[in-house]
């Protein structure tokens, strides 16, 4: 460990300010996104499906990934290559939604759970929870809850 000390005293002031310097460069990294090769949009892209399933227990590596996107044959759980198929669907159709609508993520949930649960693209219609075994972790709020609460979350 560095026994480094800077010659200043970071204040509550200095840290806002470098969170919105922080905030103007992501802006700007946006902006910018229209100069970036397709190549790496298209890298990124299929990084970003791979982490976010993977956060989901989706167990296919980077490498089948990118192999099911680009329509080979993969060995896997059929489940788990229906989830990367289902995403880059709903990926290609990111930008054309309205984050503020219910509507659109109802439709971004159907196409990410098509073929997976028969309830895709609408609310949940029962209580489910979080479970270790036997053991219930969390109890999801009730399923005549869910639609209220996105609205307010939307709102």
């Not at 309205?98 to 159907?110: A, C, Q, W």
């Amino acid at each position: 460990m560095s026994s480094y000390k800077p010659p200043f005293t970071m204040t509550d002031d200095m840290t806002m300010l470098v969170s919105e310097i922080s905030e103007e460069i992501g802006r700007l990294s946006v902006l910018q996104e229209g100069h970036v090769t397709p190549h790496l949009r298209r890298k990124n892209r299929i990084r970003t499906i791979h982490s976010s399933l993977a956060i989901e227990n989706n167990t296919l590596s980077i490498d089948q990934v990118t192999a099911i996107i680009d329509g080979k044959r993969v060995l896997g759980n059929p489940n788990e290559i229906r989830e990367v198929r289902n995403a880059y669907e709903a990926y290609e159709l990111m930008l054309e939604l309205n984050p503020l609508s219910v509507d659109d993520l109802l439709k971004v949930h159907g196409l990410m759970m098509a073929g997976l649960i028969p309830e895709n693209g609408r609310f949940r219609a029962k209580c489910v929870g979080v479970f270790d075994g036997e053991k219930i972790i969390y109890m999801v709020p009730p399923a005549g809850f869910v639609p209220r609460q996105i609205c307010d979350l939307i709102g």
